[in-house]
């Protein structure tokens, strides 16, 4: 299997620059994170090839972070910031050569009416289909919990799904995060069987607390077993909050 280390979550200790290190140390072929925009891509890109490791994932830009935006797609008045974004996002994946990007939705603004949020978020998302499509890059859209981000534009696969369906784009595709989908809905390996062909990437964290798998409710030996069973080749995201050090926790990655 193919696992990615998320150096927002992981290997705290160190510097952003030095999580790419101790990633590659620990057997991790691919890295992800929030945000790659406050550091210029070449120097990411150094450290890839250095490495030995592969760009699986980033984000798209997410707005005003500190303020507590996550993501512009929903918002009202705010789509030529969305649009600028795009352009950013090509120029970010052709330097460090990745694939795929995911597509924050957004927290629904207070006053907003969530209909109006909606049809915003599917014209941005067909925008960003279509454009980045022509680059080669895949876009991504993944639900993510209530529990987390109040707010939060999409929460299930179900409200995914309506959304994936009304873009219509054949390179709008669903990023399947365990941990968020277990708080949200259950029924994990069901839901991801039947969604597989519009799956292109997954994440891994256990609940409650967002720390390793195995440390929680779910049970991660059966996921594991069943992405392998499936056939499921694409990149499985560590996105969690270590529980003590990084390294001592990988257990349940060693032998997979």
Known sequence: MKFSANLSMLYPEHGFFDRFGAAAADGFRGVEYVSPYEYEPTAIAE???????????????????????????????????????????IAYARALDCRQVNCLAGIIPTGAGRAECEAVLVRNLALAAERLGAAGIRVLLEPINQRDMPGYAVSTTDQAEAILAQVGSDNLWLQYDFYHLQIMQGDLLTNFERLQGRIAHVQVADVPGRHEPGTGEINYIRVFEALERLGYDGWVGAEYRPAAGTSAGLGWMRGR
């Open 47 to 89: 450290l890839l090839v250095r490495h030995g490791l592969s760009q699986a994932l980033f984000n798209m830009p997410a707005g005003d972070w500190a303020a507590g935006e996550r993501g512009l797609a929903c918002l009202p008045g705010r789509q030529d910031e969305f649009a600028a974004g795009v352009d950013t996002v």
